[in-house]
Nanobody
Framework: QVQLVESGGGLVQPGGSLTLSCAAS????????MGWFRQAPGKEREIVAG????????YYGDFVKGRFLISRDNARNMVYLQMNRLRPEDTAVYYC?????????????????WGQGTQVTVSS
């Protein structure tokens, strides 16, 4: 089992940048594929990005369009989401998730463990 704690959310102006962090505790972090999801008020949860066990394969939601970067540091049990050129429509609670598989996945049901989320608000 793995526990996940997100940090780094906050208020940022449109066009700005923010980096989210996810600290994982528990056994064998490098056995898990990891992902970032988000959920805005009144909307369904959607995948933002996924990364495989080694960090060598990444996937992104269509709306990312080259603005975000997912990465991981297995030595530190950390996953990151660097977000650039933020837009008001990026406002949401962002969740870190872990899947009991090595290959990256963009399917929410593949993920077994979830963090509590961190709020990102993009507004002037």
């Amino acid at each position: 089992q793995v526990q996940l704690v997100e940090s780094g959310g906050g208020l940022v102006q449109p066009g700005g940048s923010l980096t989210l962090s996810c600290a994982a505790s528990g056994r064998a972090f490098n056995m898990y594929a990891m992902g970032w999801f988000r959920q805005a008020p009144g909307k369904e949860r959607e995948i933002v990005a996924g990364i495989n066990w080694s960090g060598g394969t990444t996937y992104y939601g269509d709306f990312v369009k080259g603005r975000f970067l997912i990465s991981r540091d297995n030595a530190r049990n950390m996953v990151y989401l660097q977000m650039n050129r933020l837009r008001p429509e990026d406002t949401a609670v962002y969740y870190c998730a872990a899947a009991e598989r090595s290959a990256a996945t963009m399917i929410g049901n593949d993920y077994h463990y979830w963090g509590q989320g961190t709020q990102v608000t993009v507004s002037s």
